[in-house]
């Protein structure tokens, strides 16, 4: 579940778009925002991350667990390709 919220946080800072920075030639940006959160978004895991992005986190992850603890400070993330293939694995 922790790779989804990774997956999931990512995702909604590449959508950010020209607010939050666009990705080098390096298939790599670092972006700075501010988190933010109200205490009723925060109960449901709603975090703001600078004026364009919203992420959802299931409560009680580790991301969760860190973005509840920057609140209302600034913090770097960056996104990175990972382009390593993996095959599918069906397990039963």
Do not use: C, W
Not at 42 to 58: C, D, R
Request: no cysteine; hydrophobic share 40%; proline share 1%.
């Amino acid at each position: 579940m922790r790779r989804v919220s990774v997956v999931v946080l990512a995702l909604a800072l590449v959508l950010a778009g020209d607010g939050l920075g666009r990705a080098s030639d390096n298939d790599e940006t670092v972006v700075t925002v501010k988190v933010t959160s109200a205490d009723h978004e925060i109960q449901e895991g709603y975090f703001s991350l600078g004026e364009h992005a919203t992420v959802m986190v299931k409560p009680g992850t580790g991301l969760y667990q860190f973005l509840a603890r920057h609140r209302d400070r600034t913090i770097t993330v960056t996104l990175a390709d990972s382009s390593t293939r993996q095959l599918s694995r069906l397990d039963r």
